[in-house]
């Protein structure tokens, strides 16, 4: 059903496999695990401008927050009329709230594709999408430290000596990554909300879910990392760390556009009040002006001269 998911991520995988094959032993776990981070590497990387546009969009929504709220106090009570001037709104604005959840959701299927084809890999299975019996067999056998990529640590003993491993060693190499996880899930999120504005952090629901990103979310990895293969375990803490240094390179990206715009729209017109417009002769206005200022005949300098013998009329007294 989900098979153009599932056949492009185990492309990936294969691809990257052989190329850390060629370097390593092709059946190392590690050539194996870093064909994993890869496979999150190669994702994320497409998914950059989608990721920077969220960033805008998610900015865009913190400034026009106020007069979203306005819109919901005074259509309220008329859903028709407030999606009406939403849309309006967003359409004004060029910003799109669907757009911001955009690389999440495509993450989704991916991380379930990624899922299904490790569940693929099986003890004499003749082959798993792109994989052939070969590189089924060569996935099985590969292991870290005595912990193999396709088992969790909540599987039975005697499917866990099917693969050649035991809980003891999958303990020992998962709790670490499981532990690992949560901590990247808690800083991604602590570095994403330190860009919220006050009045985002002030609103009560925009709280809740900032408590829930800080420590229910990195929680996930705890409770549900016995129940998951140690490949993702290795999918889980690359694509955190990933998206930590993203987000860092687009957020000073951001920061240093919204600088250079703040100091060109805030830098003042020059206008040299002294320059005016010459004449052909290269006198100036001002010039002129000075000129036509100084001592016409009958003027004293610095005195006031009565007009009032101006109006009068032959036979007047004075």
Known sequence: MLDFIYYPVSAILWFWHKVFGFVLDPASGFAW???VVFLVFTLRALLYKPFVHQVRSMKKMQEFAPMVRDLQNKHGDD???LAEEMQKLQS???FNPLSGCLPMLVQVPVFIGLFHVLNGFKPGAESNFVFDAEGVNSFVAADLFGAKLSNHISQSPEVLASFGTDRVSM????VPLMIAAAIATHFTARHSMER???EATANPQAAMM?????WIFPMFAIIGGPFLPLAILIYWLANNFWTLGQQRVVYRKIDREEAASAESSDAPAVVDSAVVEASPGGETAEDRTTEAGKDQPGEIPGAIEDRSRDTDQPGESR
Do not use: I
């Not at 303990?171 to 998962?174: H, Q, Y």
């Not at 900032?210 to 800080?214: N, Q, S, V």
């Open 196 to 198: 919220q504005s006050q």
């Open 210 to 214: 900032g408590k829930l990103m800080l």
């Open 171 to 174: 303990l020992v190499v998962a």
């Open 79 to 81: 859903r028709q009329k």
């Open 92 to 94: 004004e604005h060029g």
């Open 33 to 35: 695990a870093l064909a």
